[in-house]
């Protein structure tokens, strides 16, 4: 199997199958509810996936640069942009997008209602400073250069930066939508891991095992390779939940009155220039 015979078998029939299912929710009138319309939603998905590649590109080109994975040259067009090849651009933008309609399908289906009481201070800044220690953990081992801790270094240092920002601004949010984002994040996650482990298994992409733990799923799937797809679609569904839930409006709306509070209290009068 060629690398896009895998993108056409794994990631275009099931967003076929989801724009089929978005067409029907139209029909039948299912919407985003206002809670989750904060923008349009699929405005906020093209956002995503102009970041993913934006942010993925410079960060999978070293990988391939530096051979923690490579791939089959019988299984690739040849068409290559700087060290990566035109079916991993693709892939960028089509796991986003496969991930995005399936959080928009169970949006579709949410309540109406705004919950009370959400906000946790505590909460947020604590995960803050879990995934902090993490970033640096990861950092201080690519600069110790610990082969076996590379890939899943990189990974972590590369994905926990942005999910710093998510989880500092609403990490309450999202816990408030848990079972949300929850089922946005298992399944997509799951059902890519299977698949790149069949790619693995027939040889598409391999990755160096020297620059992994070793430790391997089900005797084929590096653990990394599983960290890597849940890392991926974390910052899609955080993102997307972050972006359109009406909660972080309200924040979004007390942040403003904050800061023109403060720069009423701090800026100088006209008549004391």
Do not use: C
């Amino acid at each position: 199997m060629t690398y896009f015979g895998f993108l056409g078998l794994f990631l275009a029939i099931p967003i076929a199958i989801m724009l089929g299912l978005t067409w029907r929710d139209a029909r039948l009138g299912r919407k985003v509810p206002r809670r989750f319309a904060s923008y349009p939603p699929y405005a906020i998905l093209a956002l995503h996936l102009a970041m993913a590649l934006v942010y993925t590109t410079p960060w999978d080109n070293y990988l391939v640069a530096t051979s923690v994975w490579w791939y089959d040259q019988a299984k690739v067009t040849g068409i290559v942009f700087g060290y990566v090849p035109i079916e991993e651009y693709t892939f960028f933008l089509v796991q986003p997008i496969l991930s995005g309609l399936w959080l928009l399908f169970w949006l579709r289906r949410q309540p109406d209602k705004v919950q009370k009481g959400w906000e946790n201070g505590s909460f947020r800044y604590t995960a803050l400073a879990i995934l902090g220690i993490i970033w640096l953990a990861m950092v201080a081992i690519l600069v110790a250069d610990w082969a076996p801790g590379t890939y899943m270094a990189l990974i972590l240092a590369w994905a926990l930066l942005p999910i710093m920002l998510q989880v500092g601004f609403g990490g309450d949010i999202l816990w408030q939508h848990r079972k949300l984002v929850l089922l946005g994040l298992a399944p997509p996650t799951l059902f890519l891991a299977t698949a790149d482990a069949l790619a693995i298994y027939d040889g598409i992409w391999t990755i160096d095992p020297a620059q992994t733990l070793n430790w391997h799923i089900g005797g084929i799937l590096p653990l990394e390779e599983f960290l890597f797809f849940l890392i991926t679609n974390v910052l899609v569904i955080f993102g997307m939940t972050l972006f359109l839930s009406a909660e972080s409006q309200e924040r979004l709306e007390k942040m403003k009155t904050a800061v023109a509070q403060w720069r009423a209290g701090r800026l100088p009068m006209a008549s004391e220039k």
